[in-house]
């Protein structure tokens, strides 16, 4: 079980990037990190079951729409989206809620198919059955280690999931949760980042970070992301494990910074009020296992939903 507990400016990034160059241990900590981030038979951060979701499962797509240096191509917008998969018979009569799961770094669009799914599996094993879609992003774009060019398609994808929630808000659709596993906790809080710049009053009913790989102080209340958690979100809910493996060695080489997914946040006292961490550190087996049926976090994920 979890242990419960309320609790930067980052450094320029061509330092980090010439920092990285410069470093063959770092360079290998942060392909390590995009080793893991295929989930897929992951060595360095472990696997996530090997679960292979239905062809048809829903999905949130935004995939092909950036280029290998991170650029949006031209002939999308900014907040253009498309669904795909079979959204009718994959929810039943009885659903109250919706819950998306974004996925992380590095993993192409069956492996995200999959993960998502891997999710499903795990909430319907916790008496949690409602209806579960995946959000799917150009995570395995760039040339090279591409873990900027990760995190800056992640940050363009934000604005595309908050519409997204806009548009299932407004058209009468369920009460939304949000669950961002490593570099998809950039996806959902841009988002959420996103979705204040709009005005969007607790448009998401919660956020549950997974092993999230953003800095653990930019979710303080006078920081990037905090004032936007308290106002988009009823809840957010930070899963850490302080002997991840891929936040500790490669997160850590590539920002120069502690993820919150590891840690938790930086000072508690500065937490928005919304905002709790859990320190899963015995339940979680490594990196790609929070959301995984038996080896993971998914029944702690389940009980903040009560």
């Known amino acids: 079980m979890f242990q419960r507990s309320i609790q930067s400016n980052e450094p320029d990034r061509q330092t980090r990037r010439s920092f990285l160059k410069a470093s063959t241990g770092a360079v290998a900590s942060v392909a390590a990190l995009g080793a893991s981030g295929s989930v897929r038979g992951g060595k360095f951060g472990g696997d996530d079951g090997e679960y ?13 729409q950036f280029t290998d240096d991170a650029t949006l191509k031209s002939e999308y917008t900014e907040t253009e989206y498309e669904t795909i998969g079979d959204w009718d018979s994959s929810r039943a009569s009885d659903d ?13 669009e069956t492996d995200a198919r999959n993960a998502a799914y891997t999710c499903q599996v795990g909430l ?17 774009k760039g040339d090279g280690i591409g873990w900027y060019e990760g995190v800056a398609i992640g940050k363009q994808n934000g604005p595309k999931l908050a519409q997204w929630v806009v548009d299932h808000n407004d058209s009468g659709g369920l009460p939304v949760r949000v669950i961002g596993h490593s570099l998809g906790a ?43 958690i308290e106002y988009a979100t009823t809840s957010f809910d930070n899963f850490h494990k302080d002997d991840d493996a891929v936040l500790g060695t490669a997160f850590s080489a590539a920002e120069w910074a502690e993820a919150v997914g590891e840690t938790g946040v930086q000072s508690p006292g500065d937490a928005p009020e919304n905002y709790t961490d859990y320190d899963v550190t015995e339940s979680v087996a490594d990196h790609n ?12 994920v389940v009980e903040t939903f009560q």
């Open 186 to 228: 950039k996806v959902a809080v841009e988002a959420v980042a996103s979705l204040h710049e709009r005005g969007r009053e607790d448009a998401v009913k919660s956020v549950a970070l997974l092993g999230g790989a953003i800095g653990e102080s930019v979710v303080e209340v006078d920081e990037t992301y905090g004032e936007s």
């Open 96 to 108: 109250t809620e919706l819950v998306i799961f974004v996925h992380g770094w590095s993993l192409g």
């Open 289 to 300: 296992s929070y959301y995984e049926p038996d080896e993971g976090c998914i029944p702690d």
């Open 124 to 140: 319907e094993e916790n008496e949690y059955d409602q209806f579960n879609v995946g959000f799917t992003w150009d995570a395995d």
């Open 52 to 64: 292979t979701a239905p062809a048809e499962f829903p999905l949130v797509s935004t995939r092909d």
